[in-house]
């Protein structure tokens, strides 16, 4: 199968069915682009990709190339080959949604990723009983001393990528975060595209 690139525009997701052994890129192809991302086993929506799960698996807050991120099973679902960005991908923060636009005075907000995933895995026929924390690609977000966590506009350029081997065969969900909250993606959300490269 050829390689497909689908562009994401901001405030859209797209659903990729993705099979064990195939490359994805996820790519800052405008820039400052935070990218809410999921995984799901193919064959069931209770198994995904887990942050704190993957935290505790790495003992690590943030992951880099060479990492393994596991499911909310422990089980393998996405390696980490590549990543020509700074580095930011932040495993802590929820995904925008319609609460979260509200708990921070900005209802005017629309759309927000949360919807965004509740709607596509409706789509298809698949619906969450609850949802995931995403992995939010290129999303800088720094831990002072502290602890407190702080929002940092992303420093990914245009054409920087992130490049995963799927260990499983799954589903990934991308949203092109439109928040505005924490000038996450350096003033405007601009879109991003994902490649899917099948090995077989
Ligand atoms: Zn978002």
Redesign the pocket.
């Known amino acids: 199968m050829p390689p497909t690139l689908t562009f994401i525009p901001p405030g859209e997701a797209r659903a990729f069915s993705v099979s064990k052994g195939a490359l994805i890129r996820i790519i800052n192809s405008e820039g400052h682009q ?1 990218v ?1 991302t999921w995984a799901f086993d193919s064959s069931s929506s209770n198994e995904f990709l887990s942050m704190a799960h993957s935290r505790s698996s790495l003992y690590r807050l943030f992951f880099k190339p060479g990492d393994t991120l596991v499911s909310n099973r422990f089980r393998p679902m996405l390696t980490i080959l590549k990543d020509t960005s700074p580095g930011y991908h932040d495993t802590l923060h929820a ?2 949604s319609l609460e979260s636009n509200r708990y921070y005075g900005a209802e005017h907000l629309r759309p ?3 919807d965004n995933l509740k709607k596509i895995m409706h789509s298809r026929e698949t619906p969450l009983q609850a949802i995931p924390c995403p992995w939010n690609i290129f999303e800088r977000a720094v831990i002072l001393p502290d602890g407190e966590l702080k929002d940092e506009p992303s420093l990914a350029a245009t054409g920087d990528y992130l490049e995963l081997n799927a260990e499983i065969n799954l589903v990934l969900v991308c ?1 092109a ?3 505005l909250i924490g000038n996450i993606s350096s003033g405007r959300p601009r879109g991003a595209t994902v490649e899917i490269i099948n090995q077989q």
Do not use: L
């Open positions: 935070v809410d995904a925008c927000n990723c949360q949203s975060c439109p928040s």
